[in-house]
């Protein structure tokens, strides 16, 4: 099976940094993306940043300029620097792929469990 694994998650104050990780582990032929979304509580699950096996990058607007998303395809990791953290960029933070398992699997979406970022003021 596929499993997705985010880490790099915790307390920060405002202006200050984290770095999100997510491995993604099992049987995996091809990932045609990655990305984060985030849900803060009462509100809509939302992307925040995703890349394409083309190397697209693609931001929200609130995060242009301050969050960074990379891979290192080799490991099957995806990253998000986040720089300049607001209170409003709390949420959990879940990773996501899109990936064919087999030359004759369709592709399918994959979650992680997420994991909490919370920005003091």
């Known amino acids: 099976q596929v499993q997705l694994v985010e880490s790099g998650g915790g307390l920060v104050q405002a202006g200050g940094s984290l770095r999100l990780s997510c491995a993604a582990s099992?049987?995996?032929?091809?990932?045609?993306?990655m990305g984060w979304y985030r849900q803060a509580p009462g509100k809509q699950r939302e992307l925040v940043a995703g890349?394409?096996?083309?190397?697209?990058?693609n931001y929200a607007d609130s995060v242009k300029g301050r969050f960074t998303i990379s891979t290192d395809n080799a490991k099957n990791m995806v990253y998000l620097q986040m720089n300049s953290l607001k209170p409003e960029d709390t949420a959990v933070y879940y990773c996501h792929a899109d990936l064919r398992r087999s030359t004759w699997s369709p592709s399918q979406y994959y979650w992680g469990r997420g994991t909490q970022v919370t920005v003091s003021s």
């Open positions: 099992g049987t995996i032929f091809s990932i045609n993306a």
């Open positions: 890349i394409t096996s083309r190397g697209s990058t």
